[in-house]
C-alpha cells in the first residue's frame, strides 16, 4: 500500500453530501432549447460550423476546436438552429458570450456513431485525436481540455486519477464511481495507454466515500477487461478541504510539490478527473462525444435533491424543475459549491461541460456573510493556506492594486479554494479580490502582448521600408553610373569620330582658331553623320528620277487647277476666289521650282558635276557649294551655310529692318494659312474652325506688325506730346 503525505493549511468545512446521495443517477427529459457557449473551456473559443436554420443531429460536431488550446462543441439532441447570439452564459461575472441555440425536434437522433474495444491496437496520436474531436474536458471544475493535458513533452511514470470531490455537497463523482466502476477502470487504462503505460497509476479517495472506494477495488479485483490492472492502487487518504487541488493531490499521494510556476508533466505526473476518464471511455469505446454529465442538485431549497445525467446546454431552470426546485426559498442559487461556487445571475443560463453541481440553499442553510471588517493581522488565512502563499499581503497588494508585488508573492498559485475567506474573522471576501487581481494581471499581460506584437510588425515594417530604399537606391546609382558609362562612351566614340572622320589623325588647329575650334567641330560631326548615312550613287538616282516624277505631276495637276479657275475670267470675281488663283499661282511657282531643282540634281549626278541653283527667291549661298562637291552633303552644308548667313544679317539688320522681315514673313504664313481655309472649306473638312481660327489669329499679328512698323517708319517725325498722346 502506497504511502500518504499531508498538506500545509486545509480545513474541515461541514459536508452535507448525505442530502444527494439518496437515490441513482436520474435521467432529465429532453428540454425544448438547448444553449451551447462557444466557450466551455480554458482556451480559445469554438468556431460555429452550422448557421441559423441548419438541422442537426445528435453527437453532430457544430463549432470545431479554435486553435491547439481549444476544444470543440457538439449538439446534444437532433433539432434546429434557431439563433447564433450572444446569451448569457455561466461565469461570477454574469457576462454574455456567442452561443449556439438549438431547438430540439424531439426524436433525439443520433448520427452515425462507433467506438472500438481494441484501443490498445490503435497508438497514442490515434486515440488523442479521437480524445480531442470529442470535445473531452476537464469535468472537475477547470475545462482544460484533455487532448492537450495528455500530450506532455517528458517521460510520464505517474498517472493518478483525482476522485477525491473534496468540496462539500457535491457527489457527481461519487455516485459515478459507484454506478460506472467497471467503465471508469477502462478509461484509466485508456489513459495508461496514451501515456505510455506509467509505472504506477493511483487512484486518489477520501475516507469520506466508502462505498465508492469499496466498489472501485472490488472492481479493480474482478476486472478482466484491464490490461495492467495490477499496476492500478485505490489510494484512500483522510479528509481535508482542499485535498482534491491537483496540486496538494499529488503531494498527498507522492509527497512531492510542484514547484510555482511548472506543471505536474515536469514530476513526470499527469491527472486526469475521474467524470473526464468516464467521458473519455464513452468516447473511445462508443464513440459518443461529451455532449452530456452527471451534475449535483442539492440543497434545502430543492425537496429532490440528487445527481442527474444531464445534456450540456440544458438550462438551469429545466434541471431545477426535476429537483423540485423553490425559488422563493433560495435568496442565491450557486453554480458549483459553496467554497468555490458562484452565485447565478438568472435560472435561464445553461448547464456547461464544467458545471457538476448547483446549491440551492436556504437562507438558514446558509446564511448571508455579516459585513466586512478591517484585517486583525491574525494570521488565520496564512495557517490554513494550502498552497502556502501569504493572503494578507496579496489582499493588501490587491486593494492598491500593486500588480508586481502580487505577482512576486506568486498570486498565480493561489487555487481559490477559498479556505482564507471560510476563516477570515473580519468577513473580508479574500479570493473575490484575487480574482478580480488575476482578471486585472490576465488583461496588462494580453495588452502587453499585443503591443509588443504591434511594436514588432512596425520594426518589421520599418526595417523592410529601410530595406527597399536602400535597394532603390542602390539601382538608382547603378542607372547612374550605367547612363555615365555610356555618356562616356559616346563622347569617346564621337570625339574619334571629329577627330578621324576619314580614317587619317584630324590636324591640330593653331593657337589662333582655337575660338573657332567649337564650332567647327559641330559642323564636322554634321558632315560626317551627313557621310555615315549617305546613299550610294545608284540609290540617288533612283531618288531623283522619283523626285522629277513627282513634282512633274504635282506642276500639272496645279496648272489644271489654275485653269479651271481662270474659266470664268470675264466674270465679276469675289475676293474668296482672287485669293484661290494668287494660291494656286504659288503652288505652281513652288512646284516648278522643285521639279527643276530635281532634274538639276539629276544632271549633275550623270556627270558627275554640281548642280546648278535653281531660280529662287532666296539664292543659295556659296558657302554651300564651296564646302563640298558631294551631293550627298549638299543639303546640310546648305542649312548650316543658310544658318550662318542668317545669324550675320540679324546682327547686322536694324530695328526697322527686322520689323519688316517679320512684316513679310507673317505675311507668308497668312497668306499658306488662307490657302488651307480656302482648300478645307472646299472639301468640308472638319478642320475649317481651326484654320479659321489660325486665319484669325495671324491677321491680328500681321495687323500689330503693320503698326509697329508704321511707328518705326515715323518716329524721327513725331515728337514726345503726340507719342505719349498715342501710347495713351
Not at 409 to 433: K, M, N, R, T
Not at 704 to 723: F, I, M, W
Request: hydrophobic fraction near 35%.
Amino acid at each position: 500500500m502506497s504511502k500518504i503525505w499531508d498538506i500545509h493549511g486545509g480545513i474541515h468545512p461541514a459536508e452535507n453530501k448525505q442530502q444527494s446521495l439518496g437515490g441513482p443517477i436520474q435521467a432529465v427529459p429532453l428540454p425544448d432549447v438547448l444553449i451551447l457557449p462557444l466557450s466551455q473551456h480554458i482556451g480559445a473559443p469554438a468556431s460555429p460550423l452550422v448557421k441559423v436554420g441548419d438541422k442537426v443531429l445528435k453527437g453532430q460536431m457544430i463549432a470545431a476546436a479554435k486553435g491547439f488550446v481549444s476544444a470543440p462543441i457538439h449538439a446534444p439532441s437532433s433539432g434546429v438552429v434557431t439563433a447564433i447570439e450572444e446569451q448569457t452564459v455561466p461565469h461570477a461575472s454574469g457576462m454574455q458570450a456567442p452561443c449556439i441555440v438549438i431547438a430540439t425536434d424531439g426524436d433525439d437522433s443520433w448520427i452515425e456513431h462507433s467506438g472500438t474495444t481494441h484501443y490498445r491496437e490503435k497508438t497514442a496520436e490515434e486515440l488523442i485525436a479521437m480524445i480531442r474531436d470529442a470535445g473531452i474536458t476537464g469535468l472537475g471544475g477547470a475545462g482544460f481540455p484533455s487532448a492537450v493535458k495528455l500530450q506532455p513533452r517528458q517521460t510520464i511514470n505517474t498517472l493518478i486519477i483525482n476522485a477525491t470531490e473534496c468540496e462539500p455537497y457535491i457527489t457527481a463523482d461519487d455516485q459515478l464511481m459507484r454506478h460506472c466502476a467497471d467503465d471508469i477502470l477502462i478509461g484509466i487504462d485508456i489513459l495508461a495507454h496514451i501515456l505510455g503505460d506509467p509505472e504506477r497509476v493511483l487512484i486518489g479517495i477520501e475516507d469520506n466515500k466508502p462505498e465508492a472506494q469499496q466498489v472501485l477495488a472490488t472492481a479493480l479485483q474482478n476486472s478482466i477487461a484491464v490490461e495492467n490492472a495490477t499496476a492500478i492502487e485505490v489510494v484512500e487518504f483522510p479528509t481535508k478541504y482542499p485535498s482534491g487541488g491537483e496540486k496538494q493531490l499529488i503531494q498527498i499521494l507522492t509527497g512531492e510539490e510542484v514547484p510555482s510556476g511548472q506543471l505536474p508533466a515536469n514530476l513526470g505526473i499527469v491527472c486526469q478527473n475521474i467524470g473526464t476518464t468516464h467521458a473519455i471511455y464513452r468516447a473511445i469505446c462508443h464513440g459518443e462525444p461529451l455532449i452530456s454529465r452527471v451534475t449535483t442538485v442539492t440543497g434545502k431549497a430543492c425537496d429532490k435533491p440528487g445527481n442527474f445525467e444531464v445534456l450540456i446546454g440544458t438550462p438551469v431552470e429545466h434541471l431545477l424543475t426535476e429537483a423540485e426546485f423553490n425559488s422563493a426559498l433560495c435568496p442565491n442559487l450557486v453554480m458549483g459549491g459553496p467554497m468555490m461556487g458562484f452565485t447565478l445571475p438568472n435560472t435561464s443560463v445553461p448547464i456547461i461541460k464544467s458545471t457538476n453541481c448547483l446549491l440551492a440553499t436556504t437562507a438558514e442553510e446558509n446564511p448571508a456573510p455579516p459585513p466586512a471588517q478591517a484585517c486583525i493581522r491574525c494570521g488565520h488565512c496564512a495557517e490554513v493556506c494550502p498552497a502556502s502563499l501569504l493572503p494578507q499581503q496579496l489582499y493588501w497588494h490587491a486593494q492598491s492594486k500593486n500588480y508586481e508585488r502580487l505577482e512576486a508573492h506568486h498570486l498565480a498559485d493561489c487555487i481559490e479554494c477559498g479556505a482564507c475567506s471560510y476563516v477570515c474573522p473580519s468577513s473580508i471576501p479574500l479570493v473575490q479580490y484575487y480574482r478580480a487581481a488575476k482578471g486585472e494581471i490576465r488583461l496588462i499581460a494580453e495588452e502587453k502582448r499585443q503591443s509588443d506584437r504591434a511594436r514588432e510588425r512596425f520594426e518589421h515594417h520599418q526595417a523592410r521600408v529601410e530595406r527597399e530604399e536602400k535597394e532603390k537606391a542602390a539601382k538608382r546609382e547603378a542607372r547612374k553610373l550605367a547612363a555615365e558609362a555610356a555618356k562616356a562612351k559616346r563622347e569617346a566614340e564621337a570625339k574619334a569620330a571629329e577627330e578621324n572622320p576619314e580614317g587619317t589623325t584630324k590636324n591640330t588647329p593653331a593657337d589662333g582658331d582655337t575660338k573657332n575650334t567649337g564650332e567647327l567641330d559641330i559642323v564636322q560631326a554634321a558632315l560626317a553623320r551627313v557621310a555615315a548615312n549617305k546613299a550610294s550613287p545608284a540609290d540617288q538616282r533612283k531618288r531623283f528620277e522619283r523626285a522629277i516624277e513627282t513634282t512633274a505631276a504635282r506642276l500639272a495637276k496645279a496648272e489644271q487647277a489654275l485653269e479651271v479657275l481662270n474659266k470664268d475670267k470675264n466674270a465679276e470675281q469675289s475676293t474668296e476666289k482672287l485669293a484661290q488663283i494668287e494660291q494656286q499661282r504659288a503652288t505652281i511657282e513652288q512646284a516648278r521650282l522643285r521639279h527643276e531643282e530635281a532634274k538639276n540634281k539629276l544632271a549633275a549626278l550623270n556627270t558627275d558635276q554640281p548642280a546648278a541653283e535653281p531660280a529662287k527667291s532666296k539664292p543659295q549661298t556659296e558657302t554651300a557649294t564651296a564646302n563640298t562637291d558631294d551631293p550627298g552633303l549638299d543639303r546640310a552644308a546648305t542649312a548650316i551655310a543658310r544658318a550662318q548667313k542668317n545669324a550675320a544679317e540679324q546682327a547686322s539688320m536694324s530695328p526697322q529692318q527686322k520689323l519688316l522681315k517679320q512684316r513679310d514673313a507673317l505675311q507668308n504664313r497668312l497668306n499658306k494659312a488662307q490657302a488651307r481655309l480656302v482648300q478645307a472649306e472646299s472639301k468640308g473638312s472638319e478642320q475649317i474652325d481651326a484654320f479659321s481660327n489660325a486665319v484669325a489669329t495671324l491677321v491680328e499679328k500681321l495687323a500689330t506688325a503693320e503698326l509697329k512698323l508704321t511707328d518705326a517708319e515715323n518716329a524721327p517725325n513725331q515728337n514726345p506730346a503726340s507719342t505719349t498722346e498715342e501710347n495713351s
